[in-house]
């Protein structure tokens, strides 16, 4: 990982995704997300988004061509990759923090990419909202879910959490939204390490990695 500042206190970080192989001509791609110096959530890569986007990376056979929404996005590090890997993203974060939005402009803008960016808040119904296209996949890193199982009811929701309490549980949001959950081993996408993507994150922190989907379109 490198990383300098500019003279708007912005630390330029990259991370490297490539194919485990002795290969010299490996797939390889890097990905620069600007981290602003300012004590704001949005504004740095968090492990859990190293890892979400190592997943990513290792099924982006799976995105190529498909429509994919990055919530909570912040610096983007995941929906950048995805859109690397052929995706068609939509990066968002909530309207009410503008300065996160810049941020996923910036990483957009620093790695030479056109993606859509809008401002969603969490329980209102805008304009931005009801724009959105029909979903394949959803990706939110550290994040609470309340999904848009109405207009996506086949998404999958692809989502990294760092464990910070042994009392934390997602049952009761499960059982809200009749969802379904699987369990990503971070062993099964090599993850399983203090160091990805050339990177120092996530370190020592304890990550999971999960899938969570409709368990059946709703009864009306």
């Known amino acids: 990982m490198n990383e300098h500042e500019d003279s708007h206190n912005i ?9 485990e192989c002795k290969d010299e001509l490996r797939t390889r791609i890097t990905i620069s997300v600007p981290e602003v110096l300012d004590p704001q959530y949005g504004m740095y890569v968090w ?3 190293v890892v979400l986007a190592q997943y990513v990376w290792i099924h982006r056979a799976e995105l190529e061509g498909k429509t994919v ?3 909570g996005a912040g610096v983007s590090l995941p929906g950048v990759l995805a859109t690397r890997c052929g995706a068609q993203v939509t990066l968002s974060d909530s309207a009410e ?8 402009r910036r990483t957009c803008q620093v790695n ?7 401002g969603i808040t969490w329980g209102q119904v805008t304009s931005s909202l009801l724009a959105l296209p029909a979903l394949d996949f ?8 309340e999904p848009e199982v109405e207009r996506s009811p086949h998404a999958q929701f692809w989502t990294t959490y760092q464990e910070r309490s042994a009392d934390w549980s997602i049952e009761a949001l499960l059982h809200k939204w009749n969802l379904k959950c699987a369990d990503i081993p971070l062993e099964s996408f ?10 120092s994150l996530p370190g020592s922190h304890t990550v999971q990695m999960m899938i969570i989907s409709l368990k059946e379109p709703w009864k009306r």
């Open 138 to 145: 959803i990706l939110g890193s550290d994040v609470f879910y």
């Open 11 to 19: 630390a330029v970080k990259r991370f490297t995704f490539e194919e």
């Open 47 to 49: 492990p859990c988004a």
């Open 97 to 104: 923090l503008p300065h996160c939005l810049d941020n996923c």
């Open 190 to 199: 090599r993850a399983n390490t203090e160091h990805l993507a050339g990177s």
């Open 112 to 118: 030479q990419l056109s993606v859509p960016v809008v």
């Open 69 to 71: 929404l990055e919530i």
